[in-house]
């Protein structure tokens, strides 16, 4: 399965969504029980990452998958291009820029 795009990606979920019980449709499932538990698989990665336990069961990369596959599952459900709201958001960030000094988060700064 190298090579695949986003969408190709949403349809072997939502298959295995179908196959699983896990819902494929709006009214099968709870908006805001999916993105907690988004939110947890994010958390577990963060964890994972403290810990410095990266590789292997319950490690960030295992944990960061978990996080984009139920992302990519509430999309499936709800019909939404993830891939072209990428696309979308990525050419919005080429103009925008950020007041860094106003952050408390880490940056480059360009030449």
Do not use: P
């Not at 795009?5 to 949403?10: E, G, H, N, P």
């Not at 990665?45 to 490690?59: M, P, S, T, W």
């Not at 072209?84 to 960030?93: A, F, G, P, T, V």
């Amino acid at each position: 399965m190298e090579n695949i795009s986003i969408r190709v990606l949403t349809e072997i979920i939502m298959q295995q969504a179908k196959e699983k019980g896990f819902g494929t449709k709006s009214e099968d499932i709870n908006v805001a029980e999916k993105i907690a538990l988004i939110h947890s698989e994010v958390s577990e990665a963060f964890e994972a990452y403290r810990h410095k336990n990266i590789d292997g069961k319950d490690g960030f990369k295992e944990e960061l998958g978990d996080a984009i596959q139920r992302i990519l599952h509430l999309c499936g459900v709800l019909d939404i291009d993830i891939e072209k709201s990428i696309l979308d958001k990525m050419e919005n960030n080429k103009d925008r820029s950020w007041n860094w000094d106003k952050m408390n988060e880490q940056h480059t700064k360009q030449a």
